[in-house]
């Protein structure tokens, strides 16, 4: 069984900045597609970015693509999610998950989340 630990939230004026952490414990990165998901308040978990076991593909809503990068070091069992040009919308509770299989498809591996917090 896999755990994931989130880390990197907290509050960024918009425009600005963050880079989130997912560091994994109990079992190898290696294995697992990742993906990134958030949900804000009073809204349904979304699919934010997802990249598969080697890093070679990745993929993202469309309401942050250009602006958020995902990717991974699989020797350090840890998976990124760099954001950019953060704006207001951007405020949620993000998770990482994680899957065994192609990147897209259901998720059984979540971490407990992050804030993220974007002033205007």
């Known amino acids: 069984q896999v755990q994931l630990v989130e880390s990197g939230g907290g509050l960024v004026q918009a425009g600005g900045s963050l880079r989130l952490s997912c560091a994994a414990s109990?079992?190898?990165?290696?294995?697992?597609?990742m993906g990134w998901f958030r949900q804000a308040p009073g809204k349904e978990r979304e699919f934010v970015a997802a990249i598969s076991w080697s890093g070679g593909s990745t993929y993202y809503a469309d309401s942050v693509k250009g602006r958020f990068t995902i990717s991974r070091d699989n020797a350090k069992n840890t998976v990124y999610l760099q954001m950019n040009s953060l704006k207001p919308e951007d405020t949620a509770v993000y998770y990482c998950?994680?899957?065994?299989?192609?990147?897209?498809?259901?998720?059984?591996?979540w971490g407990q989340g992050t804030q993220v917090t974007v002033s205007s």
């Open positions: 998950a994680g899957r065994v299989g192609p990147p897209k498809g259901p998720y059984g591996h």
């Open positions: 109990g079992r190898t990165l290696s294995s697992y597609a």
